[in-house]
């Protein structure tokens, strides 16, 4: 939207029919994670689980209140990690240092952007290298059609990660409701309306995250856009092969850092960056309080 080369409508169409074509093409690895691997499935009751999700839609609420990119993501293992300790202890938090532990899904709140960052530089640079000699119309031209490409393949991994840690929420009521067994796979009208859900959700444009990502953060052109997407993309695949449940927009926000740079210091709005930092940061914590509150609060009704 911001580079110009669809229209909002257009923009948010495309992104909702490519989210939900995810389905198809990326497997349940991160929704097993978030079913199982956040905490001790044993401790996954049903009040649990709404206390989390209390906690991380309450955390997106008042992010995107401020127009702030936080992680949906984030939000919910931070939820989920704080309803579970507020019902059995630190004991219930699958801490492994393997790749579907609590460790690495918080590891990464840092790998994804700072390799989002680092391909979207390295992209530009190759970008402005390979097309050193073209025209700037020409290059113009050529970007807003390779954008179309390049859009599609980030909404795509978007759908494909994001769409998963619901399914991973379901998956988990249907185990805590003895309605599947513990090693089940994810059934496939969980997939398919967690996808679906999603992109009717895409649809409704969220235009304030919009503005942040696309405006305030640095000026885009279609070159820049290009390579941002392309860098998060490149990020996204490879955390969702691996069962990782990575922020989309961590992601992207540190794949559009990496190209403003490549600009010099000062084409990046800093400020505005740093205020988006600090809302991941506050990301699992705040979550995790808002959960235990609530916790509480459902047993003291209970």
Sequence with gaps: ISTRVLTPLQAVTMAAVLNILGALL??????????????????????????????????????????????????????????????????????????????????????????????????????????????????????????????????????????????????AVLIASSQLPSDAEVPFWVVISCHVAMGVGTLFGGWRIVKTMGHKICKLQPVHGFSAETAGATTLYLATAFGIPVSTTHTITGAIVGVGSTRGFHAVKWGVAGRVVWAWILTIPASALIAMLTWQGLCRLG
């Design 26 to 171: 990326t497997g349940t690895a991160v929704a097993a994670t978030i079913g199982k691997g956040v905490i001790d499935p044993a401790a996954a009751t049903l009040p649990v689980i709404a206390s989390a999700l209390v906690g991380a839609i309450a955390w997106n609420l008042i992010t995107w209140y401020y127009g702030l990119p936080s992680s949906s993501s984030h939000a919910l293992v931070g939820g989920l990690a704080g309803a579970g300790i507020a019902h059995g202890g630190l004991a219930v938090l699958n801490l492994g240092f393997h790749m579907k532990g609590l460790v690495m899904i918080a590891a990464f709140i840092i790998i994804a952007p700072m390799l989002g960052m680092l391909l979207g530089y390295l992209f530009m640079v190759a970008t402005y290298w390979i097309f050193r000699r073209a025209t700037p119309a020409r290059v113009s031209g050529l970007f807003r059609q390779l954008q179309l490409m390049s859009a599609a393949m980030y909404s795509l991994g978007h759908g494909g990660n994001d769409a998963q840690k619901t399914m991973g929420i379901i998956f």
